[in-house]
């Protein structure tokens, strides 16, 4: 078995239907016999989640009756596969035959690369920063925000094929074997959505593995979708825990992990906050102004 692709399904019943139509229409022919799709039922609907069993009988669809999270998820999922390759694909990203091919043929052709990750395109058809530096800290964070994003969150263009140093696992072919070295994912609780691929990407490094940014394969993005569901603070919650649990094995103190990285999570919140109100409030304005031409 060449690849298998694994798909951890967290709310968002049709954004995961369309994910599934796209793949098995432009793979027609390879799924059962080169390629292989794994699901997982990880809070999906459940009769709507049999129902899609049925339908795609090609495709292996496992439950375990609740929801394990991101980590967990892709662990179950690819210590099931048989593949060479293992990609890794959130339910709201929508890839062909020929991106993924891409992807495998460069592992193929490039032995010293672990993983490669495609570029990203949103919705509204713009590319998506989707490879970062390690978040070393506290100022480095909060530096980025008011730098714009270019130590950080916008460090590497989405425009250039190169190495990186973590590229988001919404999309990301992995070798089997390394991911085997590696053991894949932390499972720990706090890892349950955030920052788990930055820890696995930075594990990876320190074993002088190497990741690699492939602009000539592109797949869609709808960013976000399914953690949108999740109510601010539970989500807030679990970006903060994340972040505390990758300092914290960066080597920080236990309670300066946490501490600092709620406080990044409470001032970028809050900044974010304001930045709404700001923007609102001259949406507003302006609508006045035209209503007062007319």
């Avoid at 794994?38 to 709507?48: A, D, H």
């Avoid at 903060?240 to 300092?247: A, D, I, M, V």
Wanted: charged fraction near 25%.
């Amino acid at each position: 078995m060449l690849l298998s692709i694994i798909i951890p399904v967290f709310f968002g019943e049709e954004i995961f239907e369309k994910c599934l139509e796209t793949l098995t229409k432009s793979a027609k022919g390879v799924i059962g016999r080169d390629w292989e799709i794994l699901v997982l039922n990880n809070g999906f609907e459940p009769k709507r989640f049999q129902e899609l069993k049925e339908t795609y009988s090609q495709i292996k669809f496992f439950n375990k009756g609740e929801n394990l999270g991101f980590a967990k998820g892709n662990n179950f999922l690819w210590r099931k596969s048989r593949g060479k390759y293992v990609l890794m694909i959130n339910q709201d990203v929508f890839i062909t035959k020929k991106n993924i091919e891409k992807l495998t043929w460069f592992l193929e052709k490039n032995s010293k690369y672990a993983c490669v990750a495609p570029k990203l395109i949103l919705e509204n058809g713009e590319a998506q920063f989707s490879c970062r530096p390690f978040p070393t800290g506290f100022w480095f964070l909060i530096a980025d925000f008011f730098n714009r994003g270019q130590k950080y969150r916008r460090f590497y263009s989405p425009f250039k094929s190169q190495e990186v140093e973590q590229p988001m696992a919404s999309c990301l072919l992995w070798r089997r074997k390394n991911l085997k070295k590696l053991k894949g994912f932390d499972e720990h609780p706090h890892f349950f959505l955030y920052f788990n691929d930055v820890d696995l990407s930075y594990r990876l490094s320190q074993m002088k593995g190497r990741s690699y940014f492939l602009t000539s394969a592109e797949a869609t993005h709808l960013h976000g979708q399914s953690a949108l569901l999740l109510k601010e603070l539970k989500r807030l919650s679990l970006w903060y825990k994340g972040l505390g649990r990758f300092w914290f094995k960066m080597n920080d103190h236990f309670f300066w992990a946490y501490f600092r990285s709620f406080w990044v999570t409470f001032l970028l919140s809050l900044i974010k906050t304001g930045q709404f109100l700001v923007s609102k409030f001259f949406l507003l304005k302006s609508k006045k102004r035209n209503k007062v031409k007319e």
